[in-house]
């Protein structure tokens, strides 16, 4: 299996600011990585696919970007409706490994 | 609009069985993978496996092969997750969710079904 490792496992920012996640497989996964949102007690929500395109309907403020093995996840400007856990996602080989999440919380 | 709507919540002991559904509307069932998260309480989400209802292709995680039996009924439009014998430690929320043709990103999921396994 591919292990997917994001850093740091939480963090806490204010609002406006930028708040950047990491993610990093283990091997080379070309652009084969989503990013996604999950807010408490909700199902998980597709931001970015294939590491740097935005899904239809999703604020701008949310970015990402990388290939290989080295991927990043950004917001720009950090919202209360943020607050969330956020996960990365290779899709390059079965299983289609998470990353351990990154919880974000309003400093 | 593309709904993905699962079984309701189930209270079990450890050794029964469990099949719990996913019925998919508003798109092609059978031109879309649907597979299953789970997401243990208070942990990360887990890929568990996949299954493609056009032709019944199935792909497990190592991590579940034998633990899990996915299937899927096209004429219905919906997909299931089934455990023979459950374990206290299957307790968990647990996901459907669509991936494209191409085995792309989940772009839609189900509200999760809850399963708790306890004497």
């Known amino acids: 299996d591919i292990q997917m490792t994001q850093s740091p496992s939480s963090l806490s920012a204010s609002v406006g600011d930028r708040v950047t996640i990491t993610c990093q497989a283990s091997q080379d996964i070309s652009n084969y990585l989503n990013w996604y949102q999950q807010k408490p007690g909700k199902a998980p929500k597709l931001l970015i696919y294939?590491?740097?395109n935005l899904e239809t309907g999703v604020p701008s403020r949310f970015s990402g970007s990388g290939s290989g093995t080295d991927f990043t996840f950004t917001i720009s400007s950090l919202q209360p409706e943020d607050i969330a856990t956020y996960y990365c996602q290779q899709y390059d080989n079965l299983p289609h490994t998470f990353g351990q999440g990154t919880k974000l919380e309003i400093k | 609009e593309v709904q993905l709507v699962q079984s309701g919540a189930e209270v079990k002991k450890p050794g029964e069985s469990l099949k719990i559904s996913c019925k998919g509307s508003g798109y092609s069932f059978t031109s879309y993978w649907i597979g299953w998260v789970r997401q243990m309480p208070g942990k990360g989400l887990e890929w568990m496996g996949i299954?493609?209802?056009?032709?019944?292709?199935?792909r497990y995680s190592p991590s579940f092969q034998g633990q899990v039996t996915i299937s899927a009924d096209k004429s219905i439009s919906t997909a299931y997750l089934q455990w023979s014998s459950l374990k206290a430690s299957d307790t968990a929320m647990y996901y459907c969710a669509r991936q494209g043709s191409a085995l792309g990103a989940i772009d839609y999921w189900g509200q999760g079904t809850l399963v708790t396994v306890s004497s």
């Open positions: 294939d590491a740097s």
């Open positions: 299954i493609y209802p056009g032709d019944s292709d199935t």
